[in-house]
């Protein structure tokens, strides 16, 4: 017996949305077995970092707080992914957004007034967005590819992360800790429920995916963005720029990035630290992925990579499970999804011995369907010949 992928005819869509939850599926099961190899009691690990954070009420509010970030930031890239405009960069984006809107705060910490935080919120998506503008004028003019330089731009971002909490903006009363003065409550975001963490980001990440939903699919500009992508001849036949493309959805995705940073930085956070980066960038794009590039498939995947995170603190505390199987749980469950996402456009099929002795137009009608329409269709050049016998 053997496992043999066959072609399907056309890509199928049960598959199509459920190789995710099949992804989640493998991620748990090699879970167990990984954590066992290392020692660890498999199943309760599981437990704590996919059951537990669910089962806890009290745990809710924090599933919605780191939602929220992943939510915002997989969305701007799923505009672009849609487009083939491959913004890997967004860690980078959200950092320099941070940066941005803190830069704001440090130069206003001694003022009063409501005008404060939005523009920091202002600076913030002004600062994700010009850092994804590199990208974009690279790509576009010459023609340089956007994964290489928005990576390579993330790199640039974490070191001027750290040049400004060990330099220039340093907490002059902090004690020497390179970390940035506490914002003051004029530039922090305001809980939305009283008595939780739950910030203001929360409800505009939600709003955010309903508004994408509605450009994705109700307006001329989200039908470009999917032509661009599926049909690159057709979009250039029927009149839309792909250059123009490339920057209407590098720039989206960068101040999505450059909002989620600064909505961190004055929730969570309340300042700038240099372990303000925390892979929100890259996990966003597990969270795109898993959602299909859907705005509302997003949401669900958002929560589900929330509570990979929340469960990985509570393995940490309970069972002194090191903090990196958060990652590797993540980095898994992308693996698994690429993997499986194969059985979309292919059909597993098992192959008995029996079967594997016949002959092979036996196993396979189409081809010997196909062979018989070959060897009774006429060419051109018979039916030329047997005019002319006749």
């Given at each position: 017996?053997r496992?043999r992928l066959e072609?399907?005819r056309e890509?199928s869509?049960?598959m199509?949305?459920?190789?995710p939850?099949?992804a989640?599926a493998?991620t ?5 077995l990984i954590?066992s190899?290392?020692?660890y009691?498999g199943l ?7 059951v537990?954070?669910i ?5 809710w509010?924090?599933?919605f707080v780191?939602a929220?970030p992943?939510?915002t ?11 083939n405009?491959w913004n ?11 940066l941005?809107?803190?830069g704001v705060?440090l130069?206003t ?18 600062g994700?967005?010009l850092?994804a503008?590199?990208p974009?004028f690279?790509?576009t003019r010459?023609n ?7 990576l ?5 971002a974490v070191?001027l992360l750290y040049y400004?909490?060990?330099?220039p ?5 902090g ?6 003065r506490?914002?003051s ?13 739950v910030?203001?980001g ?6 955010l ?5 509605v450009?994705l ?7 470009q963005v999917?032509?661009?992508g599926l049909a690159p001849?057709a ?5 839309f720029?792909?250059?123009g493309?490339?920057?209407l ?13 600064i909505f961190e930085a ?7 630290t ?8 890259f996990t966003?794009?597990?969270?795109a992925f898993?959602?299909r590039?859907h705005?509302?498939?997003i949401v669900l ?10 469960g990985?603190e ?6 002194g499970?090191?903090y990196?199987?958060?990652g590797?749980f ?8 690429l993997a ?6 292919y059909?597993?099929r098992?192959v008995m011995?029996?079967d594997?002795?016949r002959p092979?137009?036996?196993?396979h009608?189409?081809?010997?369907q196909?062979?018989?329409?070959v ?5 051109p050049?018979?039916k030329h010949r047997?005019s002319?016998s006749?």
């Open positions: 017996m496992l072609p399907r890509a869509r049960a199509l949305y459920g190789t939850v099949l989640v493998l748990v099961l090699a879970g167990i954590f190899l290392m020692g009691d309760a690990a599981i437990y704590q970092i996919f537990a954070p089962a806890d009420p009290y745990r509010q924090d599933l780191k929220a992943l939510i930031i997989a969305l701007g890239l799923a505009i672009g992914f849609r487009a405009v890997i960069g967004a860690e980078g984006q959200y950092i320099v957004g941070a941005a809107g803190t705060a130069a910490w001694d003022m009063e007034g409501y005008w404060i935080l939005p523009a920091m919120v202002a600076a913030g998506i002004l994700g967005l850092w503008a590199i974009a690279l790509k010459f340089v590819n956007e994964i290489l330089t928005s390579m731009l993330t790199y640039v070191q400004l909490m060990r330099g903006w340093r907490d002059p009363e004690y020497g800790f390179p970390q940035t506490l914002f409550e004029w530039q922090t975001l305001p809980t939305v429920v009283q008595g939780t963490l910030h203001l929360v409800p505009v990440a939600f709003f995916a309903i508004v994408v939903w450009v699919s109700r307006t001329v500009t989200g039908f999917r032509v661009v001849q979009a250039r036949y029927g009149g720029s792909a250059r493309t490339v920057w959805t590098l720039l989206t995705s960068g101040a999505f990035a450059g909002l989620a940073g004055a929730g969570p956070f309340q300042q700038m240099p372990q303000f980066s925390v892979n929100y960038g966003a794009i597990i969270v898993l959602g590039l705005p509302l498939g995947a958002g929560m589900v990579l929330a509570v990979s995170y929340v990985g509570n393995a940490q505390t309970a069972l499970l090191p990196a199987a958060t590797m993540q980095a898994m469950m992308l693996f698994f999804l499986v996402d194969i059985l979309v456009r059909r597993l098992v011995p029996a594997l002795s092979a137009e036996a196993r009608p189409h081809i010997r196909a062979d018989e329409g060897r009774t269709s006429s060419t050049l018979d047997e002319l006749a």
